[in-house]
């Protein structure tokens, strides 16, 4: 009824190819997430809200197939998108800053991945507020960048002030809050906590 060249059947493949992804076939995902973008670039332009999703989205599915520098040219992308669509300081940018902050994580640039993590949760802070899930996830992932490098006091600030914000805002049996507690639990007591009897 719409066509090929439609948004709302761009939406539609997009929405499959997330779904195969989900289901653990990437091959399947990336077609159908590469035709969603091709429709977006033609028929909304290079830059549009929707194209700078469709890019994120390609960048997440590369990420997972191992494909990292890939999945960093989509992330920066819809990052140039993002910045110019909607600003620096909008929770969009965020989403993304915070996107590349896990790859280059991934990828073993731990300043890098630094940079990216404390500008999201700069921006999360001051557009959503303190007590938002996403600024929670922005603190846990700070929390667990501080972990790997050996700096575990700064880790579990970051970890039990994410930890405040998802048991306040999503309740303390939700899947986010299940995980920073986890993470929080791994680096056992603090220095001049007693250790838990057996």
Known sequence: MLGERHPDTALSLNNLGALLQDMGDLAEAREYLEQALAIRRVVLGERHPATATSLNNLGALLQDMGDLAGARRYYEQALDIWRVV?????????????????????????????????????????????????????????????????????????????????????????????????????????????????
């Open 86 to 198: 909607v600003g620096e300081r909008h929770p969009a940018t965020a989403t993304n800053l915070n996107n590349l902050g896990m790859l280059l994580k991934a990828q073993g640039d731990l300043a890098g991945a630094r940079r990216y993590y404390e500008q999201a949760l700069d921006i999360r802070h001051a557009v959503l507020g303190a007590r938002h899930p996403a600024t929670a996830t922005s603190l846990n992932n700070l929390g667990g960048l501080l972990q790997d490098v050996g700096d575990l006091e700064a880790a579990r600030r970051y970890y039990a002030q994410a930890l405040v914000i998802l048991i306040a805002t999503l309740g303390p049996e939700h899947r986010n809050t299940h995980i920073v507690r986890d993470n929080l639990a791994a680096l056992g007591p603090a220095s001049g906590e007693a250790e838990p009897d057996e």
